[in-house]
């Protein structure tokens, strides 16, 4: 008995050795060596918000993304593979009637052999404040001509929208693009792989600014279309396009920009007093908002018109091309920004870059453009199925996503808002998280 039992352990002994050395890292099996890295969120340093539990913190790479909440120091800890990570995090916090936006981003974190479980990650977070009304949609990237031979340009329009529950009055809401242009362009405004205006309280708008010629104020849950090139009815051409002969205001100002292209005489429908007018400080017949990519923002301006900022020589500047007029910008403070949207192109993943620095927006959004899609913010699902009235009114199923990036809520904000429903968008100050690319701009449902 003894004999066979020894036998019978050593065929045991045998048999699962090759488990074991399945695993080793010398003969290319599945075993993977983790470690943990433990990030930190750093607050501003004027202390007026302290870390707190339950902020989410992501960490990507190797093409996983990775979630953990901080405890109440503002850390947290992952367990992952060796790879090139990006952490980042995003908070919002309600004080004295403020939304305070924060956001934090820490690229090119080397997880290897060398990797010490005792190093800390720190995510610096910007802080921001959110402004009452928000960028709800953006309309810039054409749509296909009607005999297929190309796409149409000249029919871009942004819609501006009451996010909060008080009455917006704003003197002037003035219309920016940061430099460059396009996302993949070549930029000059990076120094040793960071913004050279980072840090510096302002961010540039290029080529000139659009601004209202009086007051503008809006109900909660109140918007209004601004056509930014051809206040008429495209439709009329262009099946595909966009009816703008009844938008509630239009860029209109051809003593700065001429180019009937993309400004004929605008519709009757829209008065006069709700033309937009210009400042040109750079050079073209056009303001060219870029149908591929642009970085676009509205802002008021503080203690100044928008016409006295925008003709005062002391906030010009290049764009870093020194003595260039054609990039010429104005420096818009930071404080002045009321919401932005960084666009990215799908065209040019690789090369894309980012223009506004974190505090203004920290994320970004993929456009395809020439299809007639837009720029679409996502609804706050939370806040807006708790608004009382909302009962019964949202409609849900919403499937205008583009290659998987869509709307998480699943509401159909426009078929809900003719429903009689209140809308309440994201509003996190990074476009990654609150927009998506819509399948079809929200002026042809």
Not at 80 to 106: M, W
Not at 201 to 213: D, E, F, K, L, S
Not at 269 to 275: A, E, L, R, S, T
Not at 355 to 379: E, I
Request: aromatic share 12%; with cysteine.
């Amino acid at each position: 008995m003894k004999k066979n039992s020894l036998l019978w352990i050593l065929a045991l002994i045998i048999g699962v050795a090759p488990l074991f050395v399945s695993c080793s890292d010398d003969d290319g099996g599945d075993f993977y060596p983790t470690y943990t890295v433990k990030v930190q969120l750093v607050y501003p340093a004027s202390g007026d918000i302290a870390p707190t539990e339950g902020v989410a913190v992501t960490l990507t790479g190797n093409g996983q993304t990775y979630s953990a909440l901080t405890d109440n120091t503002g850390a947290c800890l992952f367990i992952v593979p060796n790879g090139i990570y990006e952490a980042a995090a995003s908070e919002q916090r309600a004080i004295d009637g403020f939304t305070h936006l924060l956001n934090g981003v820490k690229s090119g974190i080397a997880v290897t052999g060398q990797w010490n479980a005792a190093d800390v990650v720190s995510i610096e977070l910007t802080e921001s404040k959110a402004g009452q009304i928000v960028i709800k949609e953006l309309y810039n990237g054409g749509c296909p001509k009607n005999d297929g031979s190309g796409q149409y340009q000249y029919d871009k329009y942004a819609v501006l929208y009451n996010n909060s529950n008080e009455t917006a009055t704003l003197e002037n809401i003035c219309i920016g693009m940061a430099d460059p242009y396009n996302a993949n362009a070549s930029v000059n405004n990076y120094v040793n792989g960071e913004l050279s205006y980072a840090g510096a309280g302002y961010t540039p708008a290029i080529n000139g600014i659009w601004y209202t010629q009086g007051a503008v104020t809006l109900a909660p849950g109140e918007q209004i279309v601004v056509a930014l090139t051809g206040a008429i009815d495209h439709t009329l051409t262009y099946t595909y396009s966009v009816d703008l002969s009844e938008a509630d205001y239009c860029t209109y100002d051809i003593a700065d920009y001429e180019n009937t292209s993309y400004y004929p005489t605008p519709s009757d429908k829209i008065p006069v007093g709700n033309y937009m007018l210009a400042y040109k400080y750079g050079k073209g017949n056009a303001w060219p908002l870029s149908m591929v990519s642009p970085a676009f923002y509205i802002f008021t301006t503080k203690g100044v018109t928008p016409e006295a900022f925008a003709s005062n020589p002391d906030y010009h500047y290049t764009g870093g091309k020194e003595g260039n007029i054609v990039y010429c910008c104005a420096k818009v403070p930071n404080e002045w920004i009321i919401d932005a949207v960084e666009v990215f192109s799908t065209a040019y993943l690789d090369t894309n870059k980012k223009r506004f620095t974190d505090d203004v927006d920290a994320g970004s959004v993929l456009l395809t453009n020439k299809l007639g899609h837009s720029l679409y913010r996502n609804v706050d699902k939370e806040a807006t199925e708790a608004l009382p009235g909302n009962e019964g009114k949202l409609v849900y199923g919403y499937g205008l996503g583009v290659d998987g990036a869509t709307d998480a809520s699943g509401i159909n904000a426009e078929a809900s808002l003719k429903n009689g429903a209140r809308i309440i968008y994201k509003d996190t100050n990074n476009s990654t998280n609150d927009f998506h690319e819509r399948a079809q701009a929200s002026l042809k449902d």
